[in-house]
């Protein structure tokens, strides 16, 4: 990292120490004291730093926080968090409480060991007030780290940490520039950012997957989470060890035969699996940002139209920033080893033997679908009526391109490419960009092909 850069952190964390108005805690465990060390570097420490821990032996992390099942987590974290703002406010409240805004700043993370392959990933939040004496609010952040360096790591967090509480006090206000200074100063490639979240006073209407969205519009994670109470949620806590069914679509809007299509692959799927699978499986609709954009930027009405439609419908929601299906089956295969199924239509499949897609791939379509496949990945294809002529293509009748038949055969054949018995022509006889110009024309046959649940967003389409 160049010295100018270094420079910029550390003028950062000096003009939180000259802030005589925001004095608090720095607790941090796994990776040392490395933000709390930049404090102390630029000057002025005395300004903002009450006290500095690592409770670093997890004997001692009990006795101050609380046991829990897993030392890197948002539990051990929260809990952090409670004992360092309440010991700091019961200290130092009454003597300084009318003119300083407290915060505690804690993290608990796992950067690389000895002989260690990872995952490595961290939990960091701060419990900060607004004003002073006002009721506390948090933010919470998920990292994971991706370069197996304990130095670069260590730096990182370091850095990240500064850009957090600088970016609290100084950019809450400005989404974007808030979600991006995040990282300044920090290479994406070695670090990502994958759940942010505020809580508490002050953010009640605040809505986090709109923070969540623009972390994966601004290239700072590929993916996030929302949960069916629209909770933002860490996918690799969500999916461990689960078996997905995963429907890719713009959702736009969301339709019957998305919701019946979804059924109808589950069935398939449950057929391929033990008694034990099927009881943890869990169904994911998968939003690309790429679908989403809009002549380079993203409507966020429109967003949490869809999102809250598919909330209503019980769904949880993955939102990615990926085209190719060999890179989301990579994403999964992060999270599970368990068996995955992806849905897609005939028209998607026939997309698939395009080289276009794959023309920054070495080994070109053969290399994309290796990739696909792998993870326990099968694709899960359902039918297409086509209106004009009236036949019905299945993932068995498909003519894949003839340089490629034999291939498409032989994934056939090994159940890699799996054929989804459906049949229901009023649905598949409409596409959704069909009901985009039903609900444009006011033709209220539209609502027959749209759930109740989603009415109110595809309205909105008009």
């Not at 692959?265 to 690309?288: A, G, Q, Y």
């Not at 993203?298 to 999102?307: C, G, I």
């Amino acid at each position: 990292m160049s010295t100018k850069a270094l420079a910029l952190t550390q003028e950062k964390a000096l003009e939180i120490n000259l802030d005589r108005g925001i004095y608090g805690t720095f607790a941090e465990i796994g990776a040392g004291q490395e933000t709390a060390n930049w404090f102390f570097r630029a000057s002025g420490a005395a300004g903002t730093v009450a006290k500095t821990i690592s409770a670093y032996d997890m004997t001692v992390s009990d006795t101050l926080y609380g046991s829990v099942k897993r030392y890197v987590s948002v539990e051990r974290l929260m809990g952090m968090l409670d004992y360092e703002y309440r010991q700091l406010v019961h200290r130092l409240g009454g003597k300084k409480g009318k003119d300083t805004r407290f915060f505690a700043f804690c993290n608990t993370v796992k950067v690389k060991g000895y002989k260690d392959k990872g995952p490595w990933h961290g939990w960091i939040g701060v419990r900060f007030q607004l004003r002073p004496e006002a009721p506390p609010s948090d933010l919470i952040v998920h990292v994971n780290m991706h370069v197996p360096s304990h130095s670069l790591q260590m730096r990182d967090l370091g850095i990240l940490g500064v850009n957090i509480l600088h970016a609290v006090y100084h950019k809450r206000d400005r989404l974007v520039e808030f979600v991006e200074s995040l990282m300044d100063n920090i290479d994406p490639s070695s670090m990502e950012i994958d759940v942010l979240r505020f809580a508490g006073h002050g953010f009640s209407k605040v809505d986090n997957r709109l923070f969540a969205l623009q972390l994966v519009q601004s290239g700072l994670t590929e993916s996030i989470l929302f949960l069916p109470n629209g909770e933002v949620a860490q996918a690799a806590d969500v999916l461990y060890k689960r078996p997905l069914i995963v429907l890719r679509g713009s959702f736009d809007p969301v339709c019957k035969l998305h919701l019946e299509v979804l059924d109808a692959v589950r069935k398939t799927f449950l057929t391929h699996v033990d008694e034990k699978t099927r009881s943890n499986c869990i169904d994911i609709c998968e939003l690309s940002m790429n679908n989403l954009l809009r002549e380079g930027y993203v409507d966020h009405l429109d967003f949490l139209d869809r999102a809250d439609s598919l909330k209503e419908l019980g769904k949880t929601v993955l939102i990615t920033r990926l085209t190719r299906f060999d890179r989301l089956s990579e994403l999964l295969g992060r999270y599970t080893k368990e068996p995955i199924a992806i849905s897609l239509s005939i028209g998607l499949l026939n997309e698939l033997f395009k080289e276009k897609w794959t023309q920054d791939i070495p080994g070109g379509i053969l290399e994309s679908f290796g990739r696909t496949f792998q993870n326990k990945t099968r694709l899960y294809v359902s039918p297409w009526l086509n209106r004009k002529s009236g036949e019905f293509v299945t993932a068995r009748t498909f003519r894949a391109p003839e340089e490629y038949q034999y291939l498409y055969q032989h994934f056939l054949a090994n159940q890699l490419v799996v054929d989804v018995p459906f049949f229901n022509e009023k649905l598949l006889s409409k596409t959704p960009r069909d009901i985009q110009r039903m609900i444009a024309a006011n033709d209220p046959a539209w609502k027959e092909l749209v759930p109740e649940e989603a009415h109110r967003a595809a309205q909105h389409l008009r």
